[in-house]
């Protein structure tokens, strides 16, 4: 186990390595890295120490270097527009992406749960085939159009939801969440709604495939053998253990839900990191497009860790795998 | 006729029909048993039509300055402009004929999922392909790129690859193309893992054929089911993605509006209530995608009968 941790952490530094190498050149080679980093409305002398400062007038392999160096130690340039180190401002907008994706996830379970359970009990009832043609028209619809719709029938032509913004905050040790006011749910709900189309299309397709194979299971038997109620034996017996690859699928989902908050997060105009990352790549705030890739990276690698390890935990055969190489 | 007959000539009772006939009749006649995917395959092919042959099918050229009345702008489907045009979906904001724009929008939004397809299915089955053939580091090499790859979601990478790149027709195209090779290689190595061990490739080799031939020639060839399959896939997932991109201001330039600019041009008019602009471009986008993917999950069915219980 420590080995396949180890050998998983060096491929995962190894990424970050190879990203930042990528990002550095995309940004310093490609363009003028003088007219990237440094703000083009500053005076030349600004300009100059700023040169001198970044390094820009060494070999681009001390570049390198000077760019890993400052990134190590959590410097990623201030941004343009806000003039604040980038990574802070991308750090202060992301509880509102989490706690956007969280709402999202537990709506897709809320959602998802319920039909797919309908949909498996009966699975050969017209109500069964509608939710499934539901779930795969759910795969299919673009997301962003579906968000847009959203607001034309919720916000524009029934005026029940607001169409964009947060609503009103609470602080929780230090962090603004928007669930905790009847007013900010009203926020959360529809942009919630739209980035968990996708997830409960997927945990209906999940469910209902659990559910027909529960069922068929002797301990489900035995539960009618013992004169339980249908009730019982369905929501107690078959439901935890369906429960199961449910959550964990879903909790594995949670890096897919982030990287497409982007697009709803600009639609509802949701102030989280991915409505950041639209808005600096339209304004050219490239101090913040650099923080961010480089961010977002990391924590994926983090997140394919973390599958990783709960895979190797479900499944030993991957962990075993691993080790034969 | 045949081989069979002029073999024996005394012939055994002919097979039944379904047999006789040949690799395509037969798989047409398995594709039409779906009535839903009969339908979508006509609708793939009218979306086709009415992209390729978009000048003639459309009442009005949207993007010629001479025909558009500011006027005309923002009517409501159905309502009469100034030349004395019916606008069925009504009209953009300025004043083009909403119908016109999204036949024209298909065609870019078509054209550049296709071009995407097709780029990434030749980089993808060349690259599958030599994994495959070569085996060993290679593949290992290669596979493992090919995860870490398909372990980042597309919109990610596609994402990335703009930010870098900026913006661009080209530039679009790349990053589909380097968010779905890698769909493509994975496919084609697997089936052509399975080929590889057939005897068929052994004689080529013993015949003292090229590595290339036989790659391209001999193995090529019989991986291609499946490659079909997700090629379809692919353009669908390439239309949907280049719309969401333009829709985010990181895809097509304002000089080719595809389905997906249209729908965000549409978007500053959503909260006055003119939701056409946005519906109307977004049900196109919608019944292609649906129309495409419902004809690849087709072929997948009849290409792979195991599925059919």
């Known amino acids: 186990m420590t080995l396949f941790l180890v050998r998983r952490l060096i491929q995962g530094v190894l990424i970050i390595a190879a990203m930042s190498l990528i990002v550095f050149l995309g940004v310093y080679a490609i363009g003028n890295p003088v007219e990237i980093l440094i703000n083009p409305d500053a005076?030349?002398?600004?300009?100059?120490?700023?040169?001198?400062?970044?390094?820009?007038?060494?070999?681009?392999?001390?570049?390198?270097?000077?760019?890993?160096?400052?990134?190590?130690?959590?410097?990623?340039?201030?941004?343009?527009?806000?003039?604040?180190?980038?990574?802070?401002?991308?750090?202060?907008?992301?509880?509102?992406?989490?706690?956007?994706?969280?709402?999202?996830?537990?709506l897709a379970?809320?959602?998802?749960?319920?039909?797919?359970?309908?949909?498996?009990?009966?699975?050969?009832?017209?109500?069964?085939?509608?939710?499934?043609?539901?779930?795969?028209?759910?795969?299919?619809?673009?997301?962003?159009?579906?968000?847009?719709?959203?607001?034309?029938?919720?916000?524009?032509?029934?005026g029940l939801l607001p169409s964009g913004g947060r609503g009103e905050t609470v602080p929780i040790l230090g962090i603004e969440v928007s669930f905790l006011t009847w007013d900010g749910l009203k926020h959360l709900f529809l942009p919630a709604l739209n980035l968990a189309l996708f997830k409960i299309a997927l945990v209906i397709r999940l469910t209902r495939a659990g559910m027909r194979e529960t069922l068929q299971q002797d301990y489900i038997k035995f539960a009618y053998a013992k004169g339980l109620s249908v009730r019982r034996v369905v929501f107690v017996h078959a439901f935890r253990n369906i429960l199961i690859p449910i959550v964990t699928v879903l909790g594995l989902e949670l890096g897919t839900v982030i990287a497409f908050a982007v697009v709803t997060e600009t639609i509802f105009s949701w102030p989280g990191m991915g409505k950041l990352i639209i808005d600096s790549i339209n304004l050219l705030d490239r101090p913040i497009i650099v923080a961010y890739l480089m961010l977002t990276v990391l924590m994926f690698v983090v997140i394919n860790l973390l599958v990783d390890i709960t895979y190797s935990f479900i499944d030993p055969r991957v962990r075993l795998t691993e080790m034969d190489e | 006729m045949s081989l069979v007959d002029e073999d024996t000539p005394t012939a055994a009772p002919q097979p039944p029909i379904r047999k006789e006939q040949t690799g395509f009749a037969k798989f047409a006649a398995?594709?039409?048993?779906?009535?839903?995917?009969?339908?979508?395959?006509?609708?793939?092919?009218?979306?086709?039509?009415?992209?390729?042959?978009?000048?003639?099918?459309?009442?009005?050229?949207?993007?010629?300055?001479?025909?558009?009345?500011?006027?005309?702008?923002?009517?409501?489907?159905?309502?009469?402009?100034?030349t004395g045009m019916v606008h069925w979906l009504g009209t953009d904001g300025q004043g083009r004929d909403l119908f016109s724009a999204i036949i024209y929008g298909l065609r870019i939004s078509l054209g550049v999922g296709v071009v995407a397809g097709v780029v990434a299915l030749t980089v993808g089955t060349i690259v599958g392909l030599t994994a495959a053939f070569f085996g060993g580091?290679?593949?290992?090499?290669?596979?493992?790129?090919?995860?870490?790859?398909?372990?980042?979601?597309?919109?990610?990478?596609?994402?990335?690859?703009?930010?870098?790149?900026?913006?661009?027709?080209?530039?679009?195209?790349?990053?589909?193309?380097?968010?779905?090779?890698?769909?493509?290689?994975?496919?084609?190595?697997?089936?052509?893992?399975?080929?590889?061990?057939?005897?068929?490739?052994?004689?080529?080799?013993?015949?003292?054929?090229?590595?290339?031939?036989?790659?391209?020639?001999?193995?090529?060839?019989?991986?291609?089911?499946?490659?079909?399959?997700?090629?379809?896939?692919?353009?669908?997932?390439?239309?949907?993605?280049?719309?969401?991109?333009?829709?985010?201001?990181?895809?097509?330039?304002?000089?080719?509006?595809?389905?997906?600019?249209?729908?965000?041009?549409?978007?500053?008019?959503?909260?006055?209530?003119?939701?056409?602009?946005?519906?109307?471009?977004?049900?196109?986008?919608?019944?292609?995608?649906?129309?495409?993917?419902?004809?690849?999950?087709?072929?997948?069915?009849?290409?792979?009968?195991?599925?059919?219980?």
């Open chain 1, 43 to 106: 005076t030349p002398e600004i300009k100059q120490q700023a040169i001198e400062k970044l390094g820009l007038d060494k070999p681009v392999h001390e570049q390198y270097g000077y760019f890993l160096v400052r990134a190590l130690q959590g410097d990623l340039g201030n941004s343009f527009i806000y003039d604040e180190p980038a990574l802070k401002l991308i750090l202060a907008a992301m509880p509102a992406t989490l706690e956007l994706a969280i709402a999202s996830l537990v």
């Open chain 1, 109 to 158: 379970m809320v959602f998802g749960i319920p039909l797919g359970m309908v949909a498996g009990y009966w699975p050969d009832a017209w109500f069964s085939k509608l939710i499934m043609s539901g779930s795969i028209l759910g795969f299919s619809l673009p997301s962003f159009w579906v968000g847009l719709m959203l607001i034309v029938l919720f916000a524009v032509h029934w």
């Open chain 2, 30 to 82: 398995d594709y039409a048993e779906s009535p839903t995917a009969v339908i979508a395959l006509i609708s793939c092919v009218l979306i086709l039509l009415a992209a390729i042959f978009a000048p003639y099918v459309t009442p009005q050229d949207p993007y010629d300055l001479a025909n558009l009345d500011l006027m005309d702008s923002r009517l409501e489907p159905g309502e009469v402009g100034m």
């Open chain 2, 137 to 309: 580091r290679v593949d290992t090499i290669i596979m493992r790129l090919v995860e870490f790859q398909l372990s980042f979601p597309a919109i990610l990478i596609a994402l990335i690859m703009l930010a870098v790149l900026g913006q661009g027709v080209d530039k679009i195209i790349i990053a589909l193309v380097a968010v779905q090779w890698a769909y493509f290689a994975r496919t084609v190595r697997s089936a052509a893992l399975v080929e590889r061990r057939r005897e068929y490739i052994d004689a080529a080799r013993c015949l003292g054929l090229s590595r290339s031939r036989i790659m391209f020639g001999h193995l090529m060839p019989n991986c291609i089911a499946p490659l079909i399959v997700v090629a379809t896939v692919q353009v669908a997932n390439a239309i949907a993605l280049e719309a969401t991109l333009s829709f985010l201001g990181l895809g097509m330039p304002v000089t080719q509006p595809s389905l997906g600019l249209l729908i965000a041009n549409g978007f500053e008019y959503v909260l006055s209530g003119r939701y056409w602009i946005s519906t109307y471009p977004g049900i196109a986008l919608l019944i292609t995608i649906v129309s495409i993917n419902l004809v690849g999950d087709r072929i997948r069915d009849v290409l792979n009968p195991r599925l059919d219980t």
